[in-house]
T-cell receptor
Framework: GDSVTQMEGPVTLSEEAFLTINCTYT??????LFWYVQYPGEGLQLLLKATKADDKGSNKGFEATYRKETTSFHLEKGSVQVSDSAVYFC???????????FGSGTRLQVQP | GAVVSQHPSRVICKSGTSVKIECRSL??????MFWYRQFPKQSLMLMAT?????????EQGVEKDKFLINHASLTLSTLTVTSAHPEDSSFYICSAGVSGETQYFGPGTRLLVL
């Protein structure tokens, strides 16, 4: 079945540091890939997505590129801020299903 | 963006009682809503797909008589955990979509069964 694997957290960085959160997947066919973010006390929010190979999703300084050859969708940001502290979930939808398959989430803590 | 609410945000109940969780789309209509369950430090796992006006579709291993889903209107889906037991304690999250693949998530409901 479909699955998503994320690096375990927490990831602790200083402000303005470079961020990478790794995400790899297994899926039948050609999935769409997503990054969701959950801020404390709030629901999951879509951060970015990519629907086909080599697409790059970007939003709020975050980027992720759909790499079919490595089945990866790593999240990156060049300079993190304290306000980026949250839990980040990698997810996919495949086979025409709108429901999502999620990774376990990675907690990011950014210190001033 | 679209907003999805859940109520209650937190509930504590005794073993053997039933608990109802509501999921509402506040500013859009959703023919389909999804219910997920999240254990501590684990993924969100899809439990069922809630379809307005018809029976829910349950994922393999999810007991439909245990987790009753009712999607009576285009803005409301409810999940009832019947005869709850401590192993049902978890974080329950719903989502709804307007169109395409983008899903909007509720803030979740934390259930603790004593």
């Amino acid at each position: 079945g479909d699955s998503v694997t994320q690096m375990e957290g927490p990831v602790t960085l200083s402000e303005e540091a470079f961020l990478t959160i790794n995400c790899t997947y297994t899926a039948t066919g050609y999935p769409s890939l997503f990054w969701y973010v959950q801020y404390p006390g709030e629901g999951l929010q879509l951060l970015l997505k990519a629907t086909k190979a080599d697409d790059k999703g970007s939003n709020k300084g975050f980027e992720a590129t759909y790499r079919k050859e490595t089945t990866s969708f790593h999240l990156e940001k060049g300079s993190v801020q304290v306000s980026d502290s949250a839990v980040y979930f990698c997810a996919l939808s495949a086979g025409g299903r709108r429901a999502l398959t999620f990774g376990s989430g990675t907690r990011l803590q950014v210190q001033p | 963006g679209a907003v999805v609410s859940q109520h209650p945000s937190r509930v504590i109940c005794k073993s053997g009682t039933s608990v109802k969780i509501e999921c509402r789309s506040l500013d859009f209509q959703a023919t389909t809503m999804f219910w997920y369950r999240q254990f501590p430090k684990q993924s969100l796992m899809l439990m069922a797909t809630s379809n307005e006006g018809s029976k829910a579709t349950y994922e393999q291993g999810v007991e439909k008589d245990k987790f009753l889903i009712n999607h009576a209107s285009l803005t409301l889906s409810t999940l009832t955990v019947t005869s709850a037991h401590p192993e049902d304690s978890s974080f329950y999250i719903c989502s709804a979509g307007v169109s395409g693949e983008t899903q909007y998530f509720g803030p979740g409901t934390r259930l603790l069964v004593l």
